[in-house]
């Protein structure tokens, strides 16, 4: 098979077109034939910085879809031709989490897809039988692919974390990325008025059709004041889809008595947080759930139905990967990038 392999910890030149063997199924995986792989903004920061745990050399992708192609010798619940999409991460089945129907909670992950085990930037992908989805029929491959991790993720967070109500005033940091747009599209499906943060003005026209009611143009230093120069008392909840830049900002934009839910953290480094914002304002940070079972499966026909768009900036080929990893790199993208795994290449396999 095709696969683009990170080499080593570096730049997007590490990223390679290659000819690999095709990976065998144990007797509890799934074969899966990708037809479409979301390249996320967390991909640039693993291939940056080789997080620990990580396994060089890797082939990195770790939101998919496709078809499985082959199952092993103990898989009944799935067949050759099931229409899936992959989770985070393999569950043991065996501890109290996994026990108590809560396999995202996992005490003893086995695998982690495109991070300790090969993931989508490929032609064929081995899989867990416990890291699977039922897609359901009516969603095109490169949406199937941002189902997961971008709109779950957005989806999840707004409506059973932060329980979003009609009426409220939500703010969305890293609006314009692949969660932060799913987030706003969930806060406005749950009647809320959304004030989406981005750091590009050329972004703003796009907000707002999206539905965006506010868009503030920051760097992550100015959220609050500019919150508060149009609502004095700040917003009802806050998805902080971006992280420490973001984070002290978003706190100090939402009410006593408001919640945030921190989603991304794009940049590692630690933070300084002002406890005092949570101990006065009696603010809720709270933690993404990233996504459950249940909330794929709420979120599949809105999707199929065109209530949730999956925002897709671009799909490309596997061969311009690199590329993509660029283009996000310069934050030149609004929404997902997505390999489309039918699109012809051109570049020379290795
Ligand atoms: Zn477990």
Same mark, same amino acid.
């Given at each position: ?199 590009? =003005?050329?972004?703003?026209? @796009? *907000?707002? #059709?999206?539905? /965006?009611?506010?868009? !503030? &143009? ?103 990967? =690199?590329?993509?990893?660029? @283009? *996000?790199? #310069?934050?030149? /993208?609004?929404?997902? !990038? &997505? ?12």
């Amino acid at each position: 098979m095709r696969a683009v392999v990170l080499a080593a910890a570096g730049g997007p030149e590490q990223l390679h077109l290659r000819t690999l063997p095709d990976p065998v199924p144990g007797p509890d995986d799934v074969l899966v034939r990708v037809r479409a792989c979301g390249v996320a903004h967390r991909d640039l920061i693993e291939r940056r910085s080789a997080p620990l745990g990580m396994v060089l050399p890797i082939v990195q992708g770790h939101e998919f879809a496709g078809e499985v192609a082959a199952v092993g010798a103990n898989v009944t619940e799935w067949s050759v031709g099931d229409r899936v999409l992959n989770l985070y991460t393999a569950a043991c089945g065996q501890c109290e989490a996994c026990r108590a129907g809560e396999p995202r909670r996992c005490q003893a992950i086995t695998e982690a897809y495109g991070l300790t085990v090969n993931g989508g930037y490929a032609e064929l992908v081995r899989v867990h039988r416990s890291a699977l989805v039922r897609l359901i029929d009516g969603i095109a491959w490169p949406v199937a692919a941002t189902l997961m991790s971008a709109l779950g993720v957005g989806y999840n967070n707004v409506v059973h974390k932060a329980r979003v109500r009609p009426g409220e005033h939500v703010l969305v940091t890293g609006a314009s990325g692949g969660v932060g747009l799913a987030a706003l599209q969930a806060a406005k499906l749950r009647g809320a008025h959304v004030w989406a943060v981005t750091g590009s =003005a050329a972004k703003e026209d @796009r *907000l707002r #059709a999206m539905g /965006a009611d506010e868009v !503030i &143009v920051d760097d992550g230093t100015t959220i609050h004041k500019q919150v508060r120069g149009k609502r004095r008392q700040g917003v009802d909840a806050a998805i902080d889809c971006v992280g420490s830049p973001t984070l002290n900002g978003t706190l100090r934009a939402v009410r006593p008595y408001g919640r945030v839910v921190a989603i991304g953290n794009v940049d590692p480094a630690p933070l300084q947080l002002n406890v005092g914002l949570l101990v006065v304002g009696a603010i809720d940070l709270l933690g993404s759930d990233n996504v459950t079972l249940e909330a794929l499966a709420e979120l599949m026909p809105l999707v199929r139905d065109g209530t949730l768009a999956a925002t897709i900036d671009e799909t490309i080929p596997l061969d311009r990967v =690199a590329d993509a990893h660029r @283009r *996000l790199e #310069a934050r030149e /993208a609004f929404g997902r !990038i &997505v390999i489309n795994l039918s699109l012809p290449t051109t570049e020379f396999t290795q």
